[in-house]
Nanobody, 121 residues
Framework: QVQLVESGGGLVQAGGSLRLSCAAS????????MGWYRQAPGNQRELVAA???????NYADSVKGRFTISRDNAKNAVYLQMNNLKPEDTAVYYC???????????????WGQGTQVTVSS
């Protein structure tokens, strides 16, 4: 079993900051890409930011310059520092990881349970 557990969501005023954390645990041989997605009511889930095992990053245009993704490979953890938050950032944020459970296994996608981020105007 592989589990991803998120923390750090909450309610913040526009212009404020939050830091999301996600730790993967369980039967893990290696993790490839890790990322954060979000889903607002009535919208599809969208990529916010992703980071490869080597540290290359990719961001949605709407968060560039405001959000920073990072990871700690030794802890199987990924983080999302969110600054200058806007009401349109309000959503449930989900952690995602590509996990290989044993050598030569394929990488499979795993998801966290989601954490609510609410930005008030």
């Amino acid at each position: 079993q592989v589990q991803l557990v998120e923390s750090g969501g909450g309610l913040v005023q526009a212009g404020g900051s939050l830091r999301l954390s996600c730790a993967a645990s369980g039967s893990i041989f290696s993790i490839s890409s890790m990322g954060w997605y979000r889903q607002a009511p009535g919208n599809q889930r969208e990529l916010v930011a992703a980071i490869t095992q080597g540290g290359s990053t990719n961001y949605a245009d709407s968060v560039k310059g405001r959000f920073t993704i990072s990871r700690d490979n030794a802890k199987n953890a990924v983080y999302l520092q969110m600054n200058n938050l806007k009401p349109e950032d309000t959503a449930v944020y989900y952690c995602n990881a590509g996990v290989r459970k044993r050598w030569l296994d394929p990488y499979n996608d795993y998801w966290g349970q989601g954490t609510q981020v609410t930005v008030s105007s």
